[in-house]
Structures are given as structure tokens and as C-alpha cells.
């Protein structure tokens, strides 16, 4: 009887330190769920998620290749919609402002400055003489008249006109010049009433002898003479005095026009 109620007693404790094992092993899982509740939860929405997008992919493949199927059935029997390439849009680029960008003045935004037109050249009538043989073999002068620029040194200009010779007008009528080609006129200047023209060795060597020599010196001595203030001429050479300009045709001193 002893033996019965100990092997009862040791099974009670054998039933209690279960039950209190399990009310344990329970209450250690709650609080491992309670603790980790929103980890546990995050995770259990995330494989519900990969589930349930698995399904819905293959889903909306299927019914996308039964909608293919359909739409080309169904447009076999129909004229098809003429498809209109839009043609590309020229886009003019303008160039955009930067800091170091000058801006140019639109036309018209200010006074454009204008053209000056320049002053008239004065001008003023000088008159030259060439040589006009007559029909009876005569040598004569020719007074023409020339329009120059005026200047400072208008002797010089009515000389130059001179050595360049008559217009083909002047020519076509008889005139012609005497002077000796490739003369050159190195200076020419005005003492008291005595003009003193400095010519180049050229004016020495006339082809149409003695009467060619007297017609040179007659064309020079007469349009010099034009200008008021000159009465005479001193012939030069090479800036020399010479005596002689040919044989019997003085020039070492002053010439006016009463030796001709």
C-alpha cells in the first residue's frame, strides 16, 4: 500500500513537471512571437507578394497573347490605318546669351554714322603751248587750255601737262610737242620775276635740229610766262648753268618771249 501511493505520488509530480514544461515551452513562444511580431510579419508579406506576383505575371501573359490573338483575327477583314511619318521640325538654333556674350546694336537702335562725301576738288585754267606747223612749213605755237587740280606748286603742274603732250583731238588737228621724250622736270622755282626751271640731260638732245631746239624752249618760255609774276626764264641742266643749249641757241642767261 506504502509502495502504491509513492509510485502515485511520483506520478503526479511526473504529470505536474510536464505541464508546467509545456505552460514553458508555450508562454516562451508567445514571447518570441510578441517580440519578432513585426519581423515575422514583414517577411510573411513579402512571400505573399512573390507568390502572388508570379501568378499575376503568368496571368497577364496569358491573357496578353489571347488579346493578340483576338485583335489580329478580329483586323484581318479591316483596312489597316495608314501610319504618316511626321516630318521632323527644323529647329533654328539661336544662340543664347552668356555672361561674356557682346550684344551687337540692332539696325536702326542707333545713328549710323554717314558716309562723308569729299569736298570738290577746285580746279583752275592753265594755259600751255605746244607746236603747230602750218601748211606752208611754218613752225607756230599752240596755246591750249588745260583744267588742273589747284595746288601749291601750279608751275610745276602746267610744266607736267606740258611734257605729257597733246590729246588725240589736239593731234588729230596738227598740234604736236617738240620737247624732247623722257625730259623730266627736276624743280622748279621763281626768283624776283625769274623763273628757273631745272630740266634733265634729256631736254639737250632735240631730232628736229636747230628749229626743234628754238620750238622746245618756245613752249617752255611761253607757259611759264602765263603766270603773272614771271617775266622771264633761266634754263637749267642737270641743276648746271649752260651756255648753250645748240649751236647758236644761247640759254646761259635769262630768255623771255621777245627772242623769239
Known sequence: MAVRNKNKNNS???SQATVIFWLIFIIVIISVFMFNAQTIQTNFNLFKNRLTSASGAQ????MTDEELIVTIVGDQNEKQPEVIAAEPQTRTQTPESSPDTRIESQPGSQTQPQPQTPA???TRDRTIYFTHISSDGQ????SVTRRLP???SPMMDALNALLTGPSADELAKGIINLIPRNTRIISATVRGNTAYINFSEDFMFNTFGVEGYVAQLRQIVWTVTEFSN???VQVLIESRRVDYLAEGIWIGSPINRQLF
Open 12 to 14: 503526479d509530480k511526473g
Open 59 to 62: 496571368e497577364e501573359l496569358l
Open 120 to 122: 570738290p576738288v577746285q
Open 139 to 142: 613752225i607756230l605755237q599752240s
Open 150 to 152: 589747284v595746288s601749291e
Open 230 to 232: 614771271v617775266s622771264d
